[in-house]
């Protein structure tokens, strides 16, 4: 069992930059991949960057060259970086953390952005 806890969502403005945090607790040593993804309103949640544990990034297209993901392993914390925000990337942002093929999902975090 893993526990994850985002933060460092909040309101910002167009072009502006946020830096979310994923804190993980428990099994954490058992942690492969993690990720983030985000969920709009009426609309369904979205993959936008993980992170394997030998730091193998992956990005969606929308995201690609605006958003950078990193872990820190020793502190157990996962980091998404986010520039040149816009309007379209308003949503709840999800951190992931998979362990043997199961994934587990923290609370989420508000992110806002204001045109």
């Known amino acids: 069992q893993v526990r994850l806890v985002e933060s460092g969502g909040g309101l910002v403005q167009a072009g502006g930059s946020l830096r979310l945090s994923c804190a993980a607790s428990?099994?954490?040593?058992?942690?492969?991949?993690m990720g983030w993804y985000r969920q709009a309103p009426g609309k369904q949640r979205e993959f936008i960057a993980r992170i394997t544990s030998g730091e193998t990034t992956t990005y969606a297209d929308s995201v690609k060259g605006r958003f950078t993901i990193s872990r820190d392993n020793a502190n157990n914390t996962m980091f998404l970086q986010m520039n040149s925000l816009s309007p379209e990337d308003t949503a709840v942002y999800y951190c992931?953390?998979?362990?043997?093929?199961?994934?587990?999902w923290g609370q989420g975090t508000q992110v806002t952005v204001s045109s």
């Open positions: 992931q953390g998979v362990i043997s093929y199961r994934g587990y």
């Open positions: 428990g099994s954490t040593r058992s942690i492969n991949t």
